[in-house]
């Protein structure tokens, strides 16, 4: 399978996700892949969304005990927005860590649908995978401790070899961007969990769907600031633009405000990086909504399959 990003509104890891699912990429696959990773204290949402009236699929990552606040370290924040008149339908699965309290260690699985009556129809579903023990996430995390956590799961060797090539980009860009070596860049607890979910499970869809080539548009960004870590900082952000450097990428931008393409996604364009064709023939479309709404972009990345032409050896 060879696929085409369209990247008019900027790249996310959660809207790169999102539209490999809307493409058929297995959910159930994405959820094993993940929860083989061993982290604790999120909660994955599925579910559809209009984003200016177009149906695309919303992947997201919410940590347990945090604010909606995507790929915190990174600097890319949003808001978890949704248009009212339309019909919902979300799933949400936990997996979160708890103390023990004097009681037996067990696993909870619980599946619940509602239907609310407020004059717009809403379906829920719930997965929850509670574990209880007494185990704290780390508050930080640097490259050898998420190596540990990428290598130590249960994913094929493709996987995880290009979940930390694209590791490797964003560790290379921090650390130019701090003035430090990489082995010290360290990823705060919200920046990393999100960071390797979105990374591995963009992984996991690609390796399911069987896709050989990616190809890539120009990639659009605003203007302004973004609130980091470390305080407001000029869009794009360092490390995007330390990603962006010394490449074959084309940076255009949006007339508009706010911060279109988080380090996760330019690391994800960078790493599978191949110049868009001429010309193809679309096959088949994905789109995953951001999380934001803009003025002059419609918050979504469009993936698209598509046949070059090209004779396969």
């Known amino acids: 399978m060879d696929l085409y990003f369209e990247m008019y509104s900027g790249i996310a890891g959660d809207m790169t996700i999102g539209a490999l699912l809307d493409l058929g990429a297995s959910k159930e696959k994405l959820i094993e892949g993940i ?7 999120y909660d994955l949402v599925f579910e559809r ?20 606040d995507h790929e915190g370290d990174h600097c890319h924040c949003h808001e978890h927005t949704h248009e009212d008149g339309h019909t919902h339908s979300h799933e949400h699965c936990h997996d979160h860590d708890h103390h023990d309290h004097d009681h037996n260690h067990h696993d909870h699985e619980h599946c619940h649908e509602h239907t609310h009556e407020d004059g717009h129809t809403h379906s829920h579903e719930h997965c929850h995978d509670h574990d209880h023990d007494h185990h704290h996430d780390h508050v930080h995390r640097n490259l050898t401790d998420i190596e540990e956590i990428i290598n130590s799961s249960d994913l094929n060797d493709n996987i995880k070899k290009n979940a930390l090539g694209i590791f490797d980009i964003i560790g290379d860009a ?11 860049v360290h990823f705060h607890e919200v920046g990393a969990i999100d960071s390797i979910i979105d990374i591995v499970g963009t992984c996991i869809c690609l390796d399911d769907l069987g896709v050989e080539n990616i190809y890539f548009s120009d990639l659009y960004e605003g203007f302004g600031y973004q609130m980091c870590a470390h305080g407001p900082m000029p869009i794009p952000v360092p490390a995007v633009a330390n990603i962006l450097a010394d490449s074959e990428i084309n940076l255009n931008f949006i007339g508009e405000e706010g911060e279109h393409i988080t380090p ?15 010309s193809f023939k679309i096959k088949k479309i994905g789109l995953g909504a951001g999380n934001k709404d803009f003025e002059k972009s419609t918050n979504v990345l469009r993936v698209i399959e598509i046949d070059t032409g090209k004779k396969k050896l």
């Open 174 to 184: 921090e650390a130019k961007a701090h003035g430090i070596d990489k082995s010290e």
């Open 49 to 68: 969304v209009k984003k200016n009236g177009i149906d695309s699929y919303n992947f997201d990552v919410i940590l347990a005990g945090h604010d909606h």
């Open 35 to 41: 929860k083989s990773l061993g982290l604790t204290g």
């Open 264 to 278: 996760t996604g330019a690391a994800i364009v960078k790493y599978f990086y191949k110049k868009a064709p001429e």
